[in-house]
Antibody
Framework: EVQLVESGGGLVQPGGSLRLSCAAS????????MNWVRQAPGKGLEWVSY????????YYADSVKGRFTISRDNAKNSLYLQMNSLRAEDTAVYYC????????????WGQGTLVTVSS | QSALTQPASVSGSPGQSITISCTGT?????????VSWYQQHPGKAPKLMIY???NRPSGVSNRFSGSKSGNTASLTISGLQAEDEADYYC??????????FGGGTKLTVL
């Protein structure tokens, strides 16, 4: 069974940093591209970042470019999101989501972790 | 990259059919057959319902169908059931190799 479990969320002050993790199981993690998607309270989904299976190709949404860094450790079956210079508008539930094979949809999602940026 | 445009809400009675539209541009919806649809119940993670415009993943009811014409994709739910009440989001691959979501549509089953 495919499982994605996020962790690392919490309360952080504006300008602070946080590192999210996503532990993957039930599939060959190193063969799949991965994403982070976020959802602000009461709002819609927003794609945040993508990383290829090898980690060699990375993309970011304009709203987080230069502040967030996506990475992965295929040996540990884990995906990460380092978030720096956090702003109030980064407050959201952050989901890790797997790209399906040979396509561009998100076929499996984690349960999400809440990040709250507030003083 | 601007969000795709969806109606904020739609409603229908049990047994009826509804359609949710998702309008983008030639740089996303109109340029690729990589439109997907997600169902999200309150407090839950999104669930893939349609991929590549019109394909259903295993386990998704055949009451859900997708299509596309030009820069607009559509999700149709036939034979509405109470459990279909949820938020629905479209997503598309884009010419910048990124992905974009629609603003979401709240479906109410009357």
């Amino acid at each position: 069974e495919v499982q994605l479990v996020e962790s690392g969320g919490g309360l952080v002050q504006p300008g602070g940093s946080l590192r999210l993790s996503c532990a993957a199981s039930g599939f060959t993690f190193s063969s799949y591209e991965m994403n982070w998607v976020r959802q602000a309270p009461g709002k819609g989904l927003e794609w945040v970042s993508y990383i290829s299976s090898s980690g060699s190709t990375i993309y970011y949404a304009d709203s987080v470019k230069g502040r967030f860094t996506i990475s992965r450790d295929n040996a540990k079956n884990s995906l990460y999101l380092q978030m720096n210079s956090l702003r109030a508008e980064d407050t959201a539930v952050y989901y890790c989501a797997r790209d399906s094979s040979y396509s561009y949809d998100f076929d499996y999602w984690g349960q999400g972790t809440l990040v709250t940026v507030s003083s | 990259q601007s969000a795709l445009t969806q109606p904020a809400s739609v409603s229908g009675s049990p047994g009826q059919s509804i359609t949710i539209s998702c309008t983008g541009t030639s740089s996303d919806v109109g340029g690729y057959n990589y439109v997907s649809w997600y169902q999200q119940h309150p407090g839950k993670a999104p669930k893939l319902m349609i991929y590549e415009v019109s394909n259903r993943p295993s386990g998704v009811s055949n009451r859900f169908s997708g299509s596309k014409s030009g820069n607009t994709a559509s999700l149709t739910i036939s034979g509405l059931q109470a459990e279909d009440e949820a938020d629905y989001y479209c997503s598309s691959y884009t010419s910048s190799s990124r992905k974009v979501f629609g603003g979401g549509t709240k479906l109410t089953v009357l």
